[in-house]
């Protein structure tokens, strides 16, 4: 698995804005909007295009088109709904999966609640949004789902990642032997005894839309 961290000034200021506990609901929106942006630009170069044969006002020329079928985005309900915009506005065309997984604050263990993908993802070109990779068992959950239904392509975007949760994803792929890289904006320091990373931003499903209780 490659993990490419994003290293850009725009990127960690924003980064900074989000993980400040004083950064309110609307506009830590806003930050992860922007900031998935940015991570997506660069989790798409390797995105599968097509040359396309058109014309200019001034002369014919072999342009680019993305190729078909169009690339699945998934997000990882809740938080990685937050995610979904910023993503379809880089790529306009792509269609869209759901997973819904929820991890249980005391054992740390998944659990899926929802499902709406598509039956068959060979030869899709797959992008899991979730901004938290913590332990790994949601992102590592949900790429295993991927795979079962076929899935031999996939790119993970989180906003903030755990050493813990990234060598937890890296033995799953060797496993799996699925090709699939990781863009994440910054790789902090550990977790914590409840399964936070450190420094982090707290709970981003929460900030994101509220507490869940
Ligand atoms: O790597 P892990 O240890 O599995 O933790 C990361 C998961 O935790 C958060 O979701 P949460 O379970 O809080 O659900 P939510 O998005 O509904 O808040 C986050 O969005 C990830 O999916
Ligand atoms: O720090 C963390 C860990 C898991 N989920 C979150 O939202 N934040
Ligand atoms: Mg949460």
Redesign the pocket.
Known sequence: MEVRVVNHPLVDHKLTHLRNKNTDQPVFRKLVDELVTLLAYEATRGVRVNPVDIETPVAPMTGTKLADPAPLVVP??????GMLEGMLRLVPTAEVGFL??????ET?Q?MTYAERLPADLSGRQCYVL?????????????VQYLVDRGADDITCICILA?PE?IE?LHDLLADLKVPCNLVVAAVDEK?NEV?YIVPGLG????R??GL?Q
């Open positions: 990882i309900l809740r938080a990685g709904l819904g997984m929820i991890r249980d604050e740390l998944p979730d901004p938290m990779l913590a332990t790994g068992g949601s992102l590592g959950g949900a755990a949760g937890r977790l399964g709970d981003a499903g929460d994101l839309y869940a």
